[in-house]
């Protein structure tokens, strides 16, 4: 006679599995693979297990500092399955970010707030992205501009990213923002290298900020 196998008790919450069905569905992003730290890979950062697809929920980005060649900023309106959302989208060839945290909170049934952490870069080796597309409604940060254009019309812009014509747009030779916090609906890279990741899972409200 077989031995019945001893059953799981229920509403009991496996960590495991709940980080597994998060990574892929919070944040599409080859951050999640241990491969990223060691390499280049194409990845995406929008919180969207779908691509092309934004979900409208908003994830925070900070940074120590952020260094960037060829800024693109315009206005534009996000379409994401919540509805449409005004945005500034921002471009920029090459960026590296020292100390890098990103979050996103989310509610799961019976547990309520989770919230999935991604840090890197924090060593002597910063993030690094190319070809880097932030769209963002609320940045804040000291922020430096070399050979700066404002005004300029978006779909002239010569960076990563233009905008439609007839939007206001701006352009910039260099970047730096120190002690940068802002909060985002998708961030997309061409190549996206993180150093020393670390990804965390956790119970309640944590953000980075």
């Known amino acids: 006679m077989s031995t019945p196998r001893a059953r799981r008790p229920s509403g009991r919450t496996s960590w495991i599995r709940l980080a597994i069905v998060m990574v892929p569905t919070l944040i599409v992003s080859g951050a999640v693979l241990a491969t990223v730290a060691a390499g280049l890979l ?3 950062l929008a919180v969207s297990a779908q691509p092309g697809a934004i979900s409208g929920q908003s994830f925070q980005v900070a940074a120590d500092r952020l260094e960037g060649t060829g800024f693109t900023q315009y206005v534009a309106v996000d379409k994401t399955t919540k509805g449409d959302f005004p945005e500034a989208v921002s471009g920029i060839k090459s960026a590296d970010l020292h100390n890098l945290c990103q979050s996103v909170v989310t509610k799961m049934p019976v547990i309520g707030s989770v919230t999935l952490v991604i840090k890197a870069g924090g060593g002597s ?10 769209n963002t409604d609320d940045l804040a940060g000291d922020a430096e501009f070399h050979n700066i254009i404002f005004g300029q019309d978006a779909s002239t812009l010569s960076g990563v990213s233009d905008g439609p014509a007839g939007t206001l747009g701006q352009q910039a030779d ?18 996206f290298r993180l150093t020393d990741l670390h990804l965390t899972v956790r119970k309640g409200s944590k953000p980075c900020f």
């Open 42 to 44: 194409p990845v995406s």
């Open 125 to 134: 080796k910063p993030v690094h992205a190319d070809r880097l597309v932030v």
């Open 174 to 191: 260099t970047v730096r923002i120190d002690h940068l916090r802002q909060t985002a609906r998708s961030v997309s890279a061409a190549t």
